[in-house]
């Protein structure tokens, strides 16, 4: 039985050298003929990447049709600086956003956001203040106005622990704080890297229980060497995939290791399909070639997009 074809999106984050920025535009073009459903740009805590994520973000609305999920951050901010934030976005045209709470500070000042929960609602109400519901006259009631609802509405992403956030003192503490983000208005989860598939049907399953209905995107990260998979298990908090530490590790060129990584990835997203992934998020690290191969393999991009 044919796999589904689902909704793909890709991460970029700001470039942090100049011979990065002059690579981005390449890589992006190249993504954005997949035909991706979005682009998720990353922001750094307490302000640290606002001007270079803003100039992504406008490079990618400039170069691209697809839509732009711009990161915010709790860590660090104040509610007048997030909504300072929110406000430049919206301004700007962006109007997906996906919330996280980030890493904590010790120096957090008693006013900063909390949680990720804090931050989706901010966000709504950012925009219920940007641009007030319109009044529409009634047939036939001269001088009766309604209220309508037809103001753009933002859209909300939060992040999903699949095996629990590494943070939590409780097995269960992640599934109340992802509840908690769909009341105050998330409409979408996006899942943090973890490397075992199986664990995501376990993880929907869980959050479907406590009732949590959004849908849920598994991130998928081609892994293609050793020293990229310490790091996103270091940034994870997951159990290291054994099978694939070992083949990165003696596989002795370099060629042999994307294989390795492009091969696992292709494979994990295959599973995740099967298990009824809605979507499919692509961590790209700015490059192009490993992911759109994944997507070639699994068959929702033809061979000749790589040209």
């Known amino acids: 039985m044919p ?37 998720s740009v990353t922001f750094g805590a307490a302000g640290s990447s606002t001007d270079a994520s803003f100039d992504l973000v406008r490079l990618v609305a400039e170069r691209t049709r697809a839509d732009v999920m711009a990161h915010l951050t709790c860590a660090g901010s104040s509610p007048a600086e997030a909504t300072a934030l929110v406000r ?15 890493d904590r500070r010790d120096d957090a000042a008693p006013m900063d956001l909390k949680s990720a929960a804090e931050l989706v609602q901010l966000i709504h109400r950012v925009q219920a203040e940007r641009e007030p519901c319109a009044l529409h006259p009634l047939p036939g009631l001269p001088g009766v106005q309604a209220i ?35 009341v105050a208005g998330a409409e979408l989860a996006i899942t943090q890297l973890f490397f075992h598939p199986d664990d995501y049907a376990a993880f929907v399953d869980r959050a479907r229980r406590w009732g949590i209905t959004m849908p849920i995107v598994p991130g998928v990260l081609p892994v293609t060497s050793p020293a990229r998979l310490r790091r996103a298990l270091q940034l994870a908090g997951e159990d290291e995939p054994r099978n694939l ?6 596989e002795p060129t370099a060629e042999g290791r994307r294989e390795v990584g492009i091969a696992h990835a292709t494979a994990f997203a295959e599973a995740l399909l099967a298990a009824g992934a809605p979507a499919l998020h692509l961590y790209t690290f700015n490059r192009s070639d490993a992911v759109l191969e994944v ?13």
């Open 148 to 182: 309508g609802d037809d103001r753009p509405r933002a859209r909300v992403a939060v992040a999903a622990f699949v095996n629990g956030h590494p943070d939590a003192p409780s097995r269960t503490d992640h599934l109340d704080a992802l509840l908690a983000k769909q």
């Open 245 to 250: 530490a070992i083949a990165l590790e003696i």
């Open 88 to 102: 430049r976005f919206l301004d700007a045209g962006v109007h997906r956003f996906l919330a996280v709470r980030g």
């Open 3 to 39: 796999l589904p074809r689902v909704p793909h999106s890709f991460e970029l984050y700001p470039p942090r050298t100049p011979t990065a920025a002059a690579a981005l535009p390449a890589a992006l073009d190249v993504l954005a003929g997949t035909g991706p459903a979005w682009f």
């Open 295 to 307: 997507l070639q393999r699994l068959g929702h991009v033809p061979l000749e997009e790589s040209a």
